[in-house]
T-cell receptor, first 113, second 112 residues
Framework: GNSVTQMEGPVTLSEEAFLTINCTYT??????LFWYVQYPGEGLQLLLK?????DKGSNKGFEATYRKETTSFHLEKGSVQVSDSAVYFC????????????FGTGTRLTVIP | DAGVTQSPTHLIKTRGQHVTLRCSPI?????VSWYQQVLGQGPQFIFQ???????GRGNFPDRFSARQFPNYSSELNVNALLLGDSALYLC???????????FGPGTRLTVT
């Protein structure tokens, strides 16, 4: 089956610290991979994506590389800010069929000044 | 351009009642998907509609149904509400050529 496993939270970091949130996946095929972010009281926003092996998605200082050999898509940021506090979801989908997203359980990040 | 819009924002219902949630996709997007997000978990896929036809269904009971209208807006209906249906219901739209889904702000349903 298709599934996503995320590093369990919550994660608390000081401002300007380095962030890594681990994500691994199981998929019957070659999925596209995504990171979504959910700020308090809001819906999901696409943060970045990668559609094939070795692609690197990046946005707002965040980046993740599609690693087929380790079935991983870890999210990193070199220097977090208080405004990065949110819940981060790793997800996968396929180009064919319903194209629905399979989400991980989410990782809550809190950045303290 | 407006993003995905959903109504209502919040809703409180009692067990056994019926609820209808509404979604308007981004202009030009013909695909709409519905997800249920229980507190503390990731969203779970419920339905996908494209060109008014159901193209996918997640592992939800028949109490859940949906439809898509000629203007590509969509409704999600849930009958015989249970306490466990309390969740944030998210709608997402996608254009025909892409694999990115754009989410609305969600409808927070509370069943008492």
């Amino acid at each position: 089956g298709n599934s996503v496993t995320q590093m369990e939270g919550p994660v608390t970091l000081s401002e300007e610290a380095f962030l890594t949130i681990n994500c691994t996946y199981t998929a019957t095929g070659y999925p596209s991979l995504f990171w979504y972010v959910q700020y308090p009281g809001e819906g999901l926003q696409l943060l970045l994506k990668a559609t094939k092996a070795d692609d690197k998605g990046s946005n707002k200082g965040f980046e993740a590389t599609y690693r087929k050999e380790t079935t991983s898509f870890h999210l990193e940021k070199g220097s977090v800010q208080v405004s990065d506090s949110a819940v981060y979801f790793c997800a996968l989908s396929f180009q064919t069929g319903a194209n629905n997203l399979f989400f991980g359980t989410g990782t809550r990040l809190t950045v303290i000044p | 351009d407006a993003g995905v819009t959903q109504s209502p924002t919040h809703l409180i219902k009692t067990r056994g009642q019926h609820v209808t949630l509404r979604c308007s996709p981004i202009s030009g997007h013909k695909s709409v998907s519905w997800y249920q997000q229980v507190l503390g978990q990731g969203p779970q896929f419920i339905f996908q509609y494209y060109e008014k036809e159901e193209r996918g269904r997640g592992n939800f009971p028949d109490r859940f149904s949906a439809r898509q209208f000629p203007n590509y807006s969509s409704e999600l209906n849930v009958n015989a509400l249970l306490l466990g249906d309390s969740a944030l219901y998210l709608c997402a739209s996608r254009d025909a050529g892409g694999n990115e889904q754009y989410f609305g702000p969600g409808t927070r349903l509370t069943v008492t």
